[in-house]
């Protein structure tokens, strides 16, 4: 998961590599059990001596598997290869299913670093990490980021350790 280590600089270690936060697969999961369940008893409830029997069940199954894939595993497969890498020199985002999106933010052009928490994010320890640099992107908020205050803090400290080595 995240950077492999022969993509890292000399010197550079990984700190902290993480996914977002799970609650991201609490609609998909619920969207599994739903559609699943909708068409185990649509595919039951059609009568067998019905003469389009067969065709009806494969057109319940075709539109359970194209629901399923839609609203259950393409989540899935977002949230698992979406992966925030904190190493000593960066912090790297990377993202994307068949096309891949690799963001690297040095911790020398960190500005600021500072989270929001909604209060259920508060109960499920995660939240959205805002991070400020001189870059051309400007403020950057992060979504779902797990355990939001140990990002937030060891970001900070790595910020200051690189702010600290240049001067």
């Given at each position: ?116 928490q909604r209060f259920i994010e508060r109960l499920l320890g995660c939240g ?24 937030r803090l060891e970001l900070f400290r790595l910020v200051e350790d690189a ?5």
């Amino acid at each position: 998961m995240g950077l492999p280590e022969h993509y890292l600089t000399e010197g550079e270690r990984i700190v902290l590599s993480f996914h977002p936060h799970w609650k991201r697969l609490v609609l998909p999961t619920l969207a599994f059990i739903a559609v699943t369940g909708a068409a185990a008893v649509a595919i039951y409830a059609i009568p067998g001596e019905y003469e389009f029997a067969k065709y009806a069940r494969i057109a319940v199954a075709v539109v359970a598997f194209v629901a399923l894939m839609l609203w259950s595993v393409i989540p899935f497969l977002r949230w698992k290869t979406t992966t925030y890498t904190l190493t000593t020199h960066r912090f790297a985002i990377s993202t994307g299913i068949l096309n891949r999106s690799e963001d690297d933010i040095p911790l020398t052009k960190v500005n600021s670093v500072s989270s929001d928490q909604r209060f259920i994010e508060r109960l499920l320890g995660c939240g959205t990490l805002r991070v400020e640099s001189a870059s051309e992107k400007g403020e950057i908020d992060y979504r779902d980021i797990p355990k939001i205050q140990l990002v937030r803090l060891e970001l900070f400290r790595l910020v200051e350790d690189a702010g600290r080595d240049d001067g």
